[in-house]
């Protein structure tokens, strides 16, 4: 299969990169993405047009849950 990836710089707001180029995909790294990737999380499943792009967040454990409630679909610790 193919497939793009676009990586972003730190300060390149993540939200709006999903917005625009609507991914299949968003991957979240913990410390690494603006804004704050919980945060991330919130603003893109309350988003009408990328709720339903699946995020895998990748973080500290003790943060499992918080993403589950967050509406991450895959944690990695």
């Known amino acids: 299969a193919s497939v793009e990836i676009s990586l972003l710089r ?5 939200v709006a990169a ?3 180029s609507r991914p299949d995909l968003v991957v979240l790294e913990e410390g690494e993405c603006y804004p704050e990737a919980f945060e991330a ?3 893109l499943g309350d988003d009408p047009d990328t709720a339903s792009i699946p995020v ?3 973080g500290l454990s003790l943060h499992r849950e918080r993403c589950a409630a967050r509406g991450v679909a895959e944690f990695l610790a």
């Open 10 to 14: 730190a300060g390149d707001d993540a």
């Open 18 to 20: 999903a917005r625009a």
């Open 41 to 43: 999380c919130r603003r």
């Open 56 to 58: 895998l967040y990748i």
